[in-house]
């Protein structure tokens, strides 16, 4: 058995891959240009060098990564291939960890080089906006000090005082000021958010639906769907407010999860879902557009939904919290997200009464609420 060392760095939010390493570097540009000049040329190496390090580490793990015939294009071997997918599977599966390091990392040096940084803490459901959010809000001395974890556990943090922001999402209803069913978001988060106690900051409005391979080959369009015979799926994690919507449509669709097979099997992030399509693992998962796009995967809408920020009403006043608004309000943060595939800015920036917004306490009988439903809607 070969025993190696893979050595990785940190990337940017906006690289390929949030953690880098040359090897998986050289086989994804090989793989990607279909020469290895070609690829050089993207990495900006000298085709000498590339060459000389993929035959190094041919020596070093026993196994040809690249094959190659003159007048023909260079293509990764069996073993290249697959060491390129678990790699970057891993990397899919553990994204909101790197997320996270990465933010550790960026807070620690801030403070230690600037005393008057303000650090905020987020407890959060996957998404991608948000990562985008933390490099924008560090542009202005904001460091966003980020844990994904799911919609339940990020409130449940909040409530616990681990966190000053929780974010999550709920469905919006298909027709403006129309009545949403939501028994199940209902169960999920009305015992753990009190109107006077916490406020909502709005954040975004994005599309949920389902990831399929590109040119969507088994014509699959709704969740009916999945439960057709050879169609495999892979979901998000109990917990996650995505699985919390996706059974709130099975129920209200009355599909049983166990007729859909993969219902049992699950994924941390949505990237992670994406990347299981991508690779071939699974025909479907439910996510969001962003993560499908992406990876040059197909998506179709099923629901729009409402993504906010929780916070206590006595922390609003802080400094830091104060910050975040003000960012989530420029012209310049609302123009980056709207960039997002499947995000729209949504009140950005405001302080919302929860009880006006959350379709469970607009239809709970109080009265004269009615105008801010609908403002949530425009």
């Known amino acids: 058995m070969h025993r190696i060392s893979l050595h990785y760095a940190l990337g940017t939010a906006a690289a390929s891959a949030l953690i880098r390493n040359p090897l998986l570097d050289l086989l994804q540009a090989v793989s990607a240009q279909g020469s290895i000049s070609a690829a050089a040329r993207v990495l900006g190496l000298s085709y ?14 026993g196994q040809p990564l690249i094959l190659w015939e003159k007048g023909q294009a260079a293509r990764l071997s069996e073993f290249g291939a697959k060491l390129l997918l678990a790699e970057r599977q891993v990397q899919a599966r553990l994204l909101p960890q790197i997320e996270a390091l990465r933010a550790d990392l960026e807070r620690a040096f801030a403070i230690a080089f600037d ?40 409130i449940r943090a909040l409530n616990e005082g681990r966190c000053t922001l929780a974010g999550f999402h709920v469905r919006l209803p298909a027709v403006p000021g129309s009545r949403l069913s939501s028994s ?23 599309s949920q639906g389902l990831i399929v391979a590109r040119g969507n080959p088994l014509r699959l369009r709704g969740l009916f769907d999945l439960a057709r015979p050879g169609v495999r799926f892979v979901n998000r994690a109990r917990g996650t407010g995505t699985r919390v919507v996706l059974d709130e449509l099975l129920g209200e669709l009355g599909v049983a999860p166990s007729a859909i097979p993969g219902y049992a099997a699950d994924e941390p992030s949505h990237a992670a879902v994406a990347q299981a399509v991508a690779t071939g693992q699974a025909d479907a998962g439910f996510g969001i557009e962003a993560s499908a796009r992406s990876r040059g995967l197909d998506f179709v809408p099923l629901v729009e939904e409402a993504y906010f920020l929780a916070c206590l009403k006595s922390t609003l006043e802080q400094p830091a919290t104060r910050a975040l608004l003000a960012v989530l309000r420029t012209a310049q943060w609302q123009q980056r997200l709207a960039q997002l ?32 439903a609908r403002k949530l809607e425009q």
Do not use: N
């Open 184 to 206: 199940h978001s209902q169960r999920s988060y009305k015992p753990l958010l009190r109107p006077g106690l916490h406020k909502l900051i709005g954040f975004a409005r994005r």
């Open 341 to 372: 595939p499947g995000y729209a800015p949504m009140q950005s920036g405001e302080v919302l009464s929860m009880s006006r917004v959350l379709p469970w306490w607009r239809f709970g009988g109080r009265g004269g609420e009615g105008g801010s």
């Open 48 to 61: 000498r060098h590339v060459w000389g390090e993929l035959k190094r580490w041919e020596g070093e793990l």
């Open 115 to 154: 005393d008057a940084v303000h650090v905020l803490s987020f407890h959060a459901s996957h998404d991608e906006a948000l990562a985008a959010l933390g490099d924008e809000a560090r542009a202005g001395g904001l460091h966003l000090d980020v844990r994904f974890t799911g919609s339940v556990d990020a």
